[in-house]
């Protein structure tokens, strides 16, 4: 059975930095993008960024382009996010998942659909 832990997340001030880490076990993920959302209070789930298995492609969210950078750990079954500048607005739960097509392309971009995600990690940005 698929598992996704997260681990990383906790209190940093406004323009402090973060590593989330996220190891999956049970499955192997060397063909599907991983990826990151997030969800925070009385707001809708906001994809964060995704990566693929095959050529490395990302996505970012506007929102986070700049700051964070997503990368795959050389085994292909851990996913981390670096968060740098973090903001206020970045508070949320962060959630690793797993799209099992590989991501999509569509008008020349790439985004992912996850079907599968972890517990989540708490992520609080405040002075």
């Known amino acids: 059975q698929l598992q996704l832990v997260e681990s990383g997340g906790g209190l940093v001030q406004p323009g402090g930095s973060l590593t989330l880490s996220c190891a999956a076990s049970?499955?192997?993920?060397?063909?599907?993008?991983l990826g990151w959302f997030r969800q925070a209070p009385g707001k809708e789930r906001e994809g964060v960024s995704c990566?693929?298995?095959?050529?490395?492609?990302?996505d970012y969210a506007d929102s986070v382009k700049g700051r964070f950078t997503i990368s795959r750990g050389n085994a292909k079954n851990t996913v981390y996010l670096q968060m740098n500048s973090l903001k206020p607005e970045d508070t949320a739960v962060y959630y690793c998942?797993?799209?099992?097509?590989?991501?999509?392309?569509?008008?020349?971009?790439?985004?992912?659909?996850?079907?599968?995600w972890g517990q989540g990690t708490q992520v609080t940005v405040s002075s």
């Open positions: 990566i693929s298995s095959k050529n490395g492609s990302t």
């Open positions: 998942a797993v799209d099992t097509r590989d991501g999509t392309y569509y008008s020349g971009s790439y985004y992912c659909q996850y079907d599968y």
């Open positions: 049970g499955f192997t993920l060397d063909y599907y993008a």
